[in-house]
């Protein structure tokens, strides 16, 4: 796919079902001449086989958030963190790449602090890799974050810009922002490798000829030149990205009104929802958007539709299961948060209890969703009956609720049967 569209390099994310293809992968890339540009996040077996065939990309990994009391705290805290495997990738040749995902650790000046610090320490391959789609807070000042990202930049992935995320994705050339966000980097000077990507369920061939036809629309105006029609786009047109117009076998995503009790623990999510496919994410609850740290979500993994959670303030960031709910069938879903634990529930199994810790407190209040981030992107193939949310932790019944009522513990309470 890669050799019909004409990209010569690949960032490699995966998933636990494709370790066992690792090495494959790296043959095949060399058979067909493809850089092995860089790896998502880390795992031994990749390092050892990059030993193996005197490999050396990339490791891109999300900055951590620490918990800690100030800012200089907070990045002592993150190189501390992130020492150990810049020790690690520079014994094997390989520069790291802290990478925006929301939170303090994605914060343009944040990663900065936290690159700065590791290079004091000897790591002179630690870089940043940065991505728009995870930046859209920094649309108004993204010549002032590249100012400052520039001189770490291993790497700029690029997506289709509107404000507030509405929506996240998108093919670029579609996004409202994609011009002016451009020439500001052309203007700057960077002359370092940039990035696309599909991030859908859609075909991936297909999104990224649309990218880079979006791609090339754009840079023929970098210079004034008069907007050429619009390319059509295979992937995407604004039709169908009408948040009142889902797409087929897609559940309404819907966003409330935000609540400081929603952020406080204790707190127990549920929901009874079908999941019907696994090919991308499936988002259930979300509060606030991904930048703040009182941030959570519980939602299906795309590959496996393993039952998940994603807290960006709390280390680890993530609470994992490994039960795939994406299969036709209605489940009760429920997440409880504590101040120092997280457990997920499936029709009333606990499936995953994870000691946490606060990584840091930057809260950005925003709204509660369901079936959808706050700020747009991905949604939910599927349906959901109802979705609760109840102050402290709450018992969660063995056997699928038939109905859901209010008590004196609920919070909210919204059906949509």
């Known amino acids: 796919m890669l050799k019909r569209i004409g990209l010569q390099r690949c960032a490699y994310d995966w998933r636990a079902e494709h370790v066992p293809q690792f090495e494959d992968e790296i043959q095949q890339y060399r058979k067909h001449g493809i850089e092995f540009f860089a790896f998502w996040d880390v795992h031994d077996d990749a390092l050892r086989l990059f030993e193996k065939y005197d490999l050396h990309p990339q490791i891109w990994k999300t900055a951590p958030s620490p918990d800690a009391a100030t800012q200089a705290d907070k990045v002592s805290a993150a190189v501390r963190t992130m020492e150990p495997l810049a020790r690690r990738t520079k014994q094997l040749g390989c520069s790291l790449g802290l990478y925006n995902h929301g939170g303090w650790g994605g914060e343009p000046r944040n990663l900065v602090a936290v690159c700065q610090g590791l290079r004091d320490r000897g790591y002179d391959d630690v870089g940043i890799v940065y991505n728009w789609h995870h930046g859209h807070e920094h649309i108004d000042d993204w010549a002032e974050s590249l100012r400052i990202l520039r001189p770490y930049l291993l790497c700029l992935n690029l997506n289709g810009m509107n404000a507030n995320a509405n929506p996240k994705i998108l093919p670029l050339g579609a996004g409202q922002h994609d011009l002016s966000m451009l020439k500001t980097l052309v203007d700057s000077g960077y002359t370092g490798p940039i990035g696309i990507l599909n991030h859908t369920d859609l075909d991936a061939e ?149 000691a946490i810790r606060s990584g840091g407190s930057s809260p950005v209040p925003g709204g509660l969703a369901v079936g959808r981030l706050v700020e747009g992107g991905f949604g939910c193939h599927g349906s959901i009956e109802w979705v609760r949310l109840s102050r402290g932790v709450r018992e969660i019944p063995k056997d699928l609720p038939s109905k859901v009522d209010r008590d004196q513990h609920t919070l909210a309470l919204w059906t949509f049967a």
């Open 206 to 354: 297909s999104r990224l000829r649309d990218n880079l036809d979006g791609l090339q629309w754009l840079t023929k105006q970098l210079d004034g030149t008069p907007a050429a029609p619009r390319p059509q786009f295979q992937t995407y047109s604004a039709a169908t990205q009408s948040r009142t117009q889902p797409s087929a076998g897609m559940f309404a995503g819907k966003v409330f009104e935000g609540r400081p009790e929603y952020r406080q623990p204790p707190v127990t999510v549920e929901c009874v929802a079908t999941l019907t496919q696994k090919r991308t994410y499936n988002i259930l609850v979300a509060n606030d958007t991904k930048r703040s740290t009182d941030h959570w979500e519980i939602f299906s993994m795309t590959g496996n539709g393993y039952f998940t959670a994603y807290l960006p303030g709390r280390t680890p960031d993530h609470v994992r299961s490994s039960v795939d709910i994406c299969d036709g069938h209605p489940h009760h879903l429920a997440m409880s948060i504590q101040s120092d634990r997280v457990r997920l529930y499936v029709d009333g199994r606990e499936v995953a209890n994870q």
